[in-house]
């Protein structure tokens, strides 16, 4: 017997009967999914319905549970400050300028981890092609992010190592040629449990689900944007809506925008190289620079290190100027 058909039936039952899943159902149907219990033809049916259906946040919770309880405990263990999902930089977007907003967290002495899959289709150069240029260093284990965290306040850990059976079902958007609520999971699934996080999205609507689904968890800070290719990255031209948690209740902000210029984050003129000299002082972009500053701003924010956006942003302003004396 398929052990996943009772869960694909409450989803599928029809018109009038069908519901979704509660939490601890989620974290049930998600903890075979992950063990390699369920039949592949199941497996696409309860994420596609949940799809169908509009995944609700008692589900990402489940979800996350289930991958929390399957990792390698070792990974709660990791002294991250803010935890920094990265899963999105495709197509859509240019240079990831968020890893320097990532680097100027670190310097401010709050630990950051970054985790994700997103080294495809970026049409300028992608995240982890990056990560060498502008020295953030990749962790393969717990113990390599630990010692990454406690040297430099900031490390970069692939999904295929932190949870390969994660990534599998994640690569499942290649046969079922859409997202599943897999996607949803992961922005949300804080491996480290740091007690801040930041999340972006590229649908609106999965603000208030992920906000809400980090309420679930006990997630105490969080900032969730639509970001530049449904990263976390603020883009300096427009104002920004902001939904999340602060002290684990319910919070909504606006950040103002930084600058009068509209542009695209991806422009035919970047080139790869431009993130690590933009770093260095050898490139010049004031644009570029503004998308950093102003998302560093937005982190400095959830993390507790201002009081108001527009501090933030000062405070990410000063560590910019001052980064080379710092890293």
Do not use: C
Request: aromatic share 6%; proline share 6%.
């Amino acid at each position: 017997m398929n052990k996943l058909a009772p869960y694909v039936r409450i989803l599928g039952r029809g018109p009038g009967r069908s519901r979704s899943l509660t939490e601890e159902e989620a974290f049930e149907a998600f903890t075979l999914i992950l063990q390699g219990d369920a039949a592949p033809e199941a497996v696409g049916a309860l994420l596609m319905l949940m799809r169908f259906r509009g995944e609700i946040a008692p589900e990402i919770a489940g979800f996350v549970r289930a991958l929390r309880a399957h990792v390698d405990a070792g990974w709660t263990n990791v002294p991250a400050g803010l935890d920094w999902p990265t899963y999105a930089a495709g197509r859509t977007r240019g240079l990831p300028f968020y890893l320097l907003s990532a680097k100027l967290i670190a310097a401010s002495g709050t630990p950051v981890l970054l985790h994700g899959w997103n080294s495809h289709q970026n049409p300028v150069a992608s995240v982890r092609d990056q990560l060498t240029a502008v020295e953030i260093p990749v962790a393969k284990t717990a113990e390599a992010a630990t010692k990454a965290l406690e040297n430099g306040g900031i490390a970069y850990v692939p999904l295929e190592e932190i949870a390969p059976d994660a990534f599998r079902i994640l690569k499942l958007r290649d046969v079922l040629g859409l997202r599943s609520a897999v996607n949803t999971t992961l922005r949300v699934f804080n491996p480290s449990l740091a007690p801040a996080s930041v999340q972006g999205v590229f649908h609106p609507s999965y603000r208030e689900l992920q906000a809400d689904a980090g309420a679930l968890l006990g997630l105490a800070r969080l900032t969730v944007i639509k970001g530049g290719g449904g990263e976390f990255e603020r883009h300096p031209s427009k104002d920004i809506a902001g939904f999340g948690l602060r002290d684990t209740s319910p919070w909504t902000g606006t950040a103002p925008a930084l600058l009068d210029e509209t542009r695209r984050l991806a422009t035919k003129e970047s080139q790869p190289e431009d993130l690590a000299n933009l770093w260095n002082g050898t490139h010049s972009d004031e644009f570029a620079e503004a998308v950093v500053i102003g998302t560093a701003g937005l982190a400095l924010l959830t993390t507790r290190q201002a009081d108001s956006i527009e501090a933030a942003d000062e405070q990410a302003r000063a560590l910019w100027a001052a980064r080379h004396s710092t890293t």
